[in-house]
């Protein structure tokens, strides 16, 4: 049975959800602690400690930690990997900043976005954009891991009681300094773990033509991504980017429109469970992966989409 | 100011790679290799410092078998002021992240950049764990996944793409930085900089000369195609699709 930590994502207020993925992930390896690293971070520390299954919380509170920059939380995970054998932490952009700085200093090689645990020294993992499933065995005496959420399921948000305890931890060096955050406003669900996804890509043509998505989301309270030519292109925020170096989304239904399905792009949606894909180019290569294919003008076919939902 | 830029010979974004029958890996032979697409991204925020008049020197850095040269050679003909070659058996497996590290942190030790560019993640092993790792060992501070990079008064500022958006640091130099793709567009090398290039300093050093221990810790077990997906089926129209979708995908 293998000692596991796993790094909570949070913003100091609010769970991220991907951590109870991890959570379950981290389970199927042994006992699982989590340590929440912040600053007036309780609300999240007392979300942690009614997740199933999670025995202790750990807490470093305290300025300098607010901002979960690397330099200053990736001594605190160093400072408790010798009581662990696993640590590992969500393959968000959070985890996959701070966990190969956590693995160099362990002098430990990390599996990066793991889809599968095989064994306890043992993972599946993706490599060129998805095309290829590599099974890969570690001979590191305690792993550092980041996860793919979309591969494991959602650990209970209820149902635990764990213990929480304070670690000691050190100020934090000065090598870096936060500024600012600009976030993208939205109340729509979050991409990564929402259950309905629509896309948007270089077709769509403009920022403005964007709402003939929103208005199909609405109806199916979904999720907007986009592919990386609707980003480059300014019609789409960076972090609605799905693809194999953006977000990874497996939805219950991954609606498509006028994405021509660069590899790139497929990577980070081809495990959805139902996708759909509208475009007006029959030879697309996202027909290739699509459940259901509709060839036809996007500019047409959304709003009398959007009228079919509302019925 | 120095700036060390690593880059990366990988199979070229537009292969779709062939997964070997027995499950012993990706098929690379005759397959096109070009510069991993971050690191060129890389490259060229390095070029634009020089242009700038912020940057001195690039030091493009890369790492495999003779192949490399070719890599590099693109390097110095996009702007790289020299090149390192750090040579490796042509039958070797790739280095894994932590030994990439381990190396380009002794090259830095050599030759004191203030600054090293790299890409956030190679496009075949998907890792992007290099510029976090280089970091740790030099002490230094990260800046990852950068959409935008100033250089002013001994600091770098940076901006990162993050899950919710954008986020600003302020990083003391010496520091790391990562690129994303927003960061610049990559330029091409033009016919008389390819020229040029070949009368730029070129250093080949052999890997084990280093005296780095960059034995694997990881063994690849097998290397497998994904599951492929049943194909799919073509609707008329938007009230087919959508009662499809109720009706047998069962989804709305």
């Known amino acids: 049975m293998m000692r596991t930590l796993v790094l909570v994502d949070h913003d100091n207020q609010n769970l991220g959800l991907q951590t109870l993925n991890t959570i379950t992930c981290a389970k199927a390896l042994g006992t699982v602690d989590v340590l929440v690293a912040g600053e007036n971070c309780q609300d999240v520390v007392n979300a942690c400690a009614q997740i199933a299954d999670v025995q202790s919380v750990l807490v470093a509170d305290g300025p300098g930690l607010k901002q979960g920059l690397a330099e200053a939380v990736a001594p605190v995970l160093k400072s408790l990997a010798e009581n662990y054998d696993a640590l590992l932490a969500p393959a968000t952009s959070l985890g996959k900043n701070i966990m190969p700085r956590v693995a160099a200093m362990l002098d430990v090689q990390q599996l990066s976005d793991i889809l599968a645990v095989v064994n306890e020294n043992t993972f599946k993992r993706a490599v060129f954009a998805g095309n290829a499933i590599q099974t890969v065995q570690s001979s590191d005496p305690i792993k550092v891991i980041t996860v793919r959420s979309t591969a494991f399921f959602t650990a209970p948000m209820t149902g635990g009681h764990a213990d929480v305890k304070a670690v000691p931890f050190m100020a934090p060096p000065e090598l870096s300094k936060f500024i600012s955050t600009e976030r993208t406003v939205s109340s729509r669900p979050d991409l990564s773990s929402s259950t309905v996804v629509i896309s948007g890509g270089r077709g769509v043509g403009s920022k403005e033509n964007f709402a003939l998505l929103e208005k199909v989301a609405d109806h199916l309270g979904a999720a907007i991504g986009a592919s990386r030519a609707a980003v480059d292109a300014g019609f789409a925020p960076n972090d609605l980017q799905v693809g194999q170096t953006g977000k990874m989304v497996a939805p219950e239904l991954y609606i498509a429109v006028g994405i021509s399905g660069a590899i790139q792009h497929l990577a980070g949606m081809k495990d959805s469970r139902v996708i759909v894909a509208i475009n007006s180019d029959p030879d697309a290569p996202i027909f290739t992966i699509a459940d259901y294919g509709l060839v036809a003008d996007l500019f047409e076919v959304l709003p009398e989409l959007a009228a079919a939902l509302e019925e | ?252």
């Open chain 2, 1 to 252: 100011m120095k700036v060390l830029v690593a880059v990366k010979r990988v199979v070229d974004f537009n292969v779709k790679i062939r997964v070997r029958s027995d499950g012993s890996g990706v098929d690379t032979s005759g397959v096109k290799m070009s510069m991993n697409p971050y690191d060129e991204i890389a490259l060229e925020e390095a070029v634009r410092l020089v242009e700038a008049g912020i940057a001195s020197e690039i030091i493009a850095v890369s790492i495999g078998p003779q192949g490399c040269k070719d890599t590099l050679r693109t390097a110095l003909a996009i702007g790289a002021s020299r090149a390192i070659h750090i040579v490796m058996d042509e039958m070797a497996n790739p280095l894994e992240p932590l030994s990439v590290a381990k190396v380009l942190k002794a090259i830095s030790e050599r030759e004191r950049p203030e600054l090293i560019l790299l890409g956030k993640q190679a496009i075949d092993d998907d890792a992007n764990q290099t510029a976090q790792m280089v970091a740790a060992l030099l002490g230094w501070g990260q800046g990852t996944f950068a959409s935008n990079l100033e250089i002013k008064d001994g600091t770098a500022t940076v901006v990162r793409e993050v899950d919710g958006g954008l986020e600003t640091l302020k990083l003391k130099l010496p520091c790391v930085i990562s690129t994303d793709l927003r960061l610049n567009e990559p330029r091409y090398a033009s016919l008389p900089n390819i020229m040029k290039a070949k009368r730029k300093p070129f250093e080949t050093i052999a890997l084990e000369d280093l005296g780095i221990d960059t034995r694997p810790r990881l063994t690849v077990l097998s290397t497998d195609e994904p599951d492929i997906r049943p194909v799919g089926k073509i609707v008329n129209s938007v009230q087919d699709l959508v009662h499809k979708l109720k009706t047998e995908a069962k989804v709305i």
